[in-house]
Structures are given as C-alpha cells and as structure tokens.
C-alpha cells in the first residue's frame, strides 16, 4: 500500500483553525441553516461510486481487486445485529452497491479510500465500532451520538461515521458524514457530496500515488460539493 505517510495529522495540523468552525455547538448551528441538500437518492449513490471506483482504476489503482461483492438488505440486517441503532437508507445503500473491503487499509494494496479513512466490511465495522466506544464512547458527552452512529470507513484510529440518530450538530443536516479523530466534527453535508468530493480530487491531474492533493486544490473541491464547511464565523 503506497499512502500519504500519516497525512491526516498532517493535514488536522494545517486545517485545525478552520475545523474549529465545523464542530459542535450552538454558535456555529446557524451557518448551515441556508445550506439545502438533495433528498438521498439510492440509485445515484451506486452511479457516484461507480464513477469513484473508476476514477481510482483510471489512475492504476485497482481497487476493484479487493472490493468484496454487493450484499442483499437481508444480509446486511442479518450481519449487524450487533449495531444498536438503525441501518438507514445510506448505509444499506452503501452496502448492496458492495460489502466494503475486508482487510484494514495498511493490509491492501489499493485501499478503496474516502480521503482518509478506507471502506469497511460490515465485519470490521463492528470491530471499529467496538475500539470507538472504547475510546471517544467514553466521552459522556458524546456517548449518545456515537453509540448510534455507524463506522462504514475507517483508518489508525479515525473513522467517517453516519448518525443514525439525534447528532450533537446543525439540525438542517439530516445524515452527515462525521470524522471522529482528535475530534468530532462534520466533514461532508452528506454521503453523497462525500463520493462527489472525492470523486473530483482522485480525477485531478494532481492526485498522485501516495493519494495526495496540494492543500489548496483539495480544499477548493471540498467546499465546492460541501458549500462553507470548515468556515468559522463570529
């Protein structure tokens, strides 16, 4: 696996005055109220990774290789029974477009990545859900939110999550996608403009082999699909 070496401590070091903006917290509720997303779309998200998964092979990363096949609703249930919250519309979406990779990410040779956190089984969801709990669970403050939301992607300790709850965030976003790493804080409005983010920084021309962007071209894309994210203001 050729990755950027320990690149989201790099990049929460250069981007941690502006996450400061995007986290929780009654000050910052009111910069999302203007901000209006499409209702989820199931088809759409399987065409959006579809384009992912092609962008990835276009640049000779053929995540494809380790992609475990799609799953039947039935089968998603079935394998998560040990998730206490509900299985929403993204997250067995997700699943039945495929089952995510079964190995971490330092294991595969072409992780299918979501900027830093790659695609995880169901199995290894449960795994990361566990080492979650035990970690940022422990915070009464947050214990509520994370214990009902899922880890579909995962990396050294980090992970993007969906609430499948109540979230501790603006109410206008109804199922963000959510780092959880040296905070918690909203990363994409939905799991949709996450796909379309990325999809637009693995097209780049820039985007090399150790998945790296230069700083300002990833962030321009970002706000693009997630308009204002990371913006404080007082």
Known sequence: ???RDFIKLGSMAIFSPLFVGCGKG?????????????????????SQLDRLLAAYEDKGMNVSDTLLPALSEKEIRDQCTWFPGELTQEIISLYSWRGGQQNDAWETKHPFWFRDNSFSSLARAQTEYQSMMNSYGKN???HEMLKYSFPFASFNGGWYVLPTRKHDFNPSLKSPVISVLQGI???????????????DWVSRPEFDSDYTLPEDIEMQIWKKHNPRIFEYET
């Open 1 to 3: 696996m050729r990755r």
């Open 185 to 199: 804080d909203v990363y994409y409005y939905t799991i949709e403009s996450m796909v379309n983010t990325c999809i």
């Open 140 to 142: 009464p403050e947050d």
């Open 26 to 46: 009654d000050q910052m509720s009111e910069k999302y109220h203007e901000i209006n997303m499409p209702e989820f779309s199931h088809s759409r998200l399987h």
